[in-house]
């Protein structure tokens, strides 16, 4: 039985790798963001409005509890779900973790396009982004590192760097 969970900041990849690592291997992906807009008819942005973040890292984690339970699935969870209650214990007990390592820049410039969507970053300008990322990895980090796995995402900006992620991440997995 294979669990691959992936975990990372924002725009380190993981939906991305995920994807693709899922289609290498002929198994199911599932984004917990996208699972937990499709069970609840509402986006993580409307989440955050309506509920706060408090509202939305309770459901994230009654989400993972049930997407987690999964058998032979790639999951990306969301950049924060590693971060609250016991939540990346709880993912280590059930598969195999890995976090996408990537630099403050490196995201950076990969958030630079995704930040309207992203509630946490929403509305910030280029410096305040960077500082942000800065901030708030520091505190995330040692979530993070808790996976079995550490993967450096850093040259990840193109279709061919991601095959070589895949391939990469297979070779540390044995899959
Ligand atoms: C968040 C990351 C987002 C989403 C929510 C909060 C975070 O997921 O869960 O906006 O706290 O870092 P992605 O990492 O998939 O963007």
Redesign the pocket.
């Known amino acids: 039985m294979t669990r691959i969970i992936l975990v ?5 990849g ?2 991305t790798v995920g994807r693709q690592l899922a289609l290498a291997l002929g198994i199911s992906f599932y ?3 996208w699972y937990i807009e499709m069970r609840y008819h509402r986006s ?2 409307q989440i ?1 409005r309506e509920s706060g973040e408090a509202g ?1 890292r309770e459901l ?1 984690r009654n989400m993972l509890h049930e997407v987690a339970e999964f058998e032979n699935v790639v999951l ?6 590693p ?1 609250f209650f016991d939540n990346m214990q709880y993912m280590n007990s059930l598969g195999d973790t890995v976090y996408l390592k990537a630099s403050p820049e490196v995201l950076a410039a990969h958030l630079r396009m ?1 930040r309207v969507e ?3 970053i929403k509305g910030k300008t280029n410096e305040e982004l960077l500082a942000y990322i800065r901030e ?1 990895l520091r505190e995330r980090e040692p979530f993070y590192s808790q996976a079995k796995h550490i993967l450096d995402v850093n040259l990840l900006d193109n279709y061919e760097k991601i095959e070589t992620s895949v391939r990469l991440l297979r070779n540390e997995l044995g899959v």
Do not use: I, N, Q
């Open positions: 990372g900041y924002m725009g380190s993981k939906t984004d917990l963001d993580v942005a955050f939305f994230e990306s969870c969301g950049g924060g779900t971060c995704a992203r509630p946490l708030s």
